[in-house]
T-cell receptor, first 111, second 113 residues
Framework: KNEVEQSPQNLTAQEGEFITINCSYS?????LHWLQQHPGGGIVSLFM???GKKKHGRLIATINIQEKHSSLHITASHPRDSAVYIC?????????????FGKGTHLIIQP | NAGVTQTPKFRILKIGQSMTLQCTQD?????MYWYRQDPGMGLKLIYY???????DKGEVPNGYNVSRSTTEDFPLRLELAAPSQTSVYFC????????????FGSGTRLTVV
């Protein structure tokens, strides 16, 4: 069974700091997703990765397939980045049964 | 495009009552999913569908039913509500091609009392 572990579970930082959230998984995957969920809000897809690195604005996502590890970085963090960040993976050879999710990292950026 | 639309956003049910959570997508995605999110836990798959007329159970299907009569709609039915079904429910859709991500609805917060 695939396990998806995220660290840290909770992170509080000051505005402007560089943020790193980590995700590790235990089996082969075809894709890894990073999602964002604001308090009381819906879930938004940030990135889908199968290799390498992607960048969108101040967000950067990387994946190392050999080490079964991905990181989400936020540069010049801002209070509006405060949210839960969720890592989810699609297993290799898996059927149509969707994603396996981590428990999320609760990020608070203080002004 | 509206994306994935879920209704209602909030609902309080009494034990034993029934209700249907509605989910509609306008992106012509073949794959649709229902997940539940409990505090401190990752999302768990309830049911999924790979196209109209085809549904299958996920990890936690007990107490729920689904149907997929059209590509657009994927309602989730709770027949006899129980306190254990208190959760936030998310519907999601996916085109089936790995170059695209998943699109989630805004969620339904259900409380069973």
């Amino acid at each position: 069974k695939n396990e998806v572990e995220q660290s840290p579970q909770n992170l509080t930082a000051q505005e402007g700091e560089f943020i790193t959230i980590n995700c590790s998984y235990s089996v082969g995957i075809s894709a890894l997703h990073w999602l964002q969920q604001h308090p009381g809000g819906g879930i938004v897809s940030l990135f889908m990765l199968s290799s390498g690195k992607k960048k969108h604005g101040r967000l950067i996502a990387t994946i190392n397939i050999q080490e079964k590890h991905s990181s989400l970085h936020i540069t010049a963090s801002h209070p509006r980045d405060s949210a839960v960040y969720i890592c989810a993976v699609k297993m290799s050879g898996g059927g149509a049964d969707g994603l396996t999710f981590g428990k999320g990292t609760h990020l608070i950026i203080q002004p | 495009n509206a994306g994935v639309t879920q209704t209602p956003k909030f609902r309080i049910l009494k034990i034993g009552q029934s209700m249907t959570l509605q989910c509609t997508q306008d992106m012509n995605h073949n794959y649709m999913y229902w997940y539940r999110q409990d505090p401190g836990m990752g999302l768990k798959l309830i049911y999924y569908s790979v196209g109209a007329g085809i549904t299958d159970k996920g990890e936690v299907p007990n107490g729920y039913n689904v149907s997929r009569s059209t590509t657009e709609d994927f309602p989730l039915r709770l027949e006899l509500a129980a306190p254990s079904q208190t959760s936030v429910y998310f519907c999601a859709s996916y085109p089936g091609r790995e170059v695209y991500g998943y699109t989630f609805g805004s969620g339904t917060r259900l409380t069973v009392v």
